[in-house]
């Protein structure tokens, strides 16, 4: 079952914070999230695992609540560059059920 | 240099004339899987496959066949492609996580395939 993701879409300007969430109705392994920049394929930013483990970008972070199946990516003080669509990924039935959400159009203007 | 790898990039075909998409990895990764995109509906796994010779459907499998004979290629068949498969394909590739599923996934460049 495809995860949720808010909001759809989101404008900055260059310096604000945001923040996309994701959030799943099933019990977590590990949630992933990605950037696509138009035209591009998908490039990997993060992984958080149940139990705590993550691995990822410097300038972007992000929290997973095992508890409630909820993820969030925080990007802070924004680049031009962070524009894109951020996609999460989770996985959910031990690497047999990874399904990505529909994904969070950024905006970011000068 | 670490890459996945696809080919054909650019695809334009006919009703019921098969075709591969080949997919190459030359980083030893266990895990390799393919999604289609269509506007709207984001990334939507097709097939995967977590060892050689060891493949599973994803979300949309119907219309697709995949092999995974070798440990570097994950070639994706169409054996009679319709229109309702025009999309743009990814190939991605990733080491195994300790459930066997993806850790960091590694994506190529993509086939935009046109079925007509």
């Known amino acids: 079952q495809q995860p949720v993701q808010s909001p759809q879409a989101v404008i900055l300007r260059e310096g604000e914070d945001a923040v996309i969430n994701c959030s799943s109705s099933?019990?977590?392994?590990?949630v992933h999230w990605y950037r696509q920049k138009h035209g591009e394929a998908p490039v990997f930013l993060m992984i958080?695992?149940?139990?705590?483990e993550q691995k990822g970008h410097e300038k972007i972070s992000a929290s997973f609540n095992e508890k409630k199946q909820q993820s969030s990516l925080y990007l802070t003080a924004s680049q031009l560059s962070y524009s894109g669509t951020y996609f999460c990924?989770?996985?959910?039935?031990?690497?047999?059920?990874?399904?990505f959400g529909p994904g969070t159009r950024l905006s970011v203007l000068p | 240099e670490a890459q996945v790898t696809q080919n054909p990039r650019y695809l334009i075909t006919v009703t019921g004339k098969k075709l591969t998409v080949t997919c190459s990895q030359n980083?030893?990764?266990?895990?390799m899987s393919w999604y289609r995109q269509d506007p709207g509906l984001g990334l939507r796994q097709i097939y995967y496959?977590?060892?050689?010779?060891?493949?599973d459907k994803g979300d949309v499998p119907e219309g697709y066949k995949v092999s995974r004979k070798e440990k570097r290629n994950f070639p994706l068949i169409l054996e009679s492609p319709s229109p309702n498969q025009t999309s743009l394909y990814f190939c991605?590739?990733?080491?195994?996580?300790?459930?066997?599923?993806?850790?960091?996934?590694?994506f190529g460049p993509g086939t935009r395939l046109t079925v007509t």
């Open positions: 991605a590739s990733s080491r195994s996580a300790e459930t066997g599923g993806p850790y960091e996934q590694y």
């Open positions: 099933k019990a977590l392994y590990s």
């Open positions: 958080l695992l149940k139990g705590g």
């Open positions: 990924g989770t996985d959910d039935n031990y690497g047999q059920n990874f399904v």
């Open positions: 980083m030893n990764h266990e895990y």
């Open positions: 496959s977590m060892n050689v010779e060891v493949t």
